[in-house]
């Protein structure tokens, strides 16, 4: 099990930018394949981008890809989303999650087994 914790959600206008930080406690993170999710007022909270335990990356092609980058630093214990080019559809609260290696990264909640408190986005026009 490990325990995570999300920062860096703010306000900010349509064009610019926010860089959301997940930190991990508890052994092994490096085991894990993590992802971020994201959940808008009345909607299924849906994948966003992950990143597998081997370093694979897979995207939320559809709405992310292109101005979002997930990262991973296994010596701190982290994940990391830059957001770029942010836009008022992108307003929701972001979680992190912790998922069984796999070299597949899932884009289903239901395969992360630990998740982080969120952290609120929201971008104006």
């Known amino acids: 099990q490990v325990r995570l914790e999300e920062s860096g959600g703010g306000l900010v206008q349509a064009g610019g930018s926010l860089k959301l930080s997940c930190a991990a406690s508890g052994r092994s993170f490096s085991n894990y394949n993590m992802a971020w999710f994201r959940q808008a007022p009345g909607e299924e909270r849906t994948f966003v981008a992950g990143?597998?335990?081997?370093?694979?990356?897979?995207y939320n092609t559809d709405s992310v890809k292109g101005r979002f980058t997930i990262s991973r630093d296994n010596a701190k214990n982290t994940v990391n989303l830059q957001m770029n080019s942010l836009k008022p559809e992108d307003t929701a609260v972001y979680y992190c999650?912790?998922?069984?290696?796999?070299?597949?990264?899932?884009?289903?909640?239901?395969?992360?087994?630990?998740w982080g408190q969120g952290t609120q986005v929201t971008v104006s026009s």
């Open positions: 999650a912790a998922g069984p290696p796999s070299a597949i990264v899932f884009r289903t909640a239901y395969n992360y087994f630990d």
């Open positions: 990143v597998a335990r081997n370093g694979g990356i897979t």
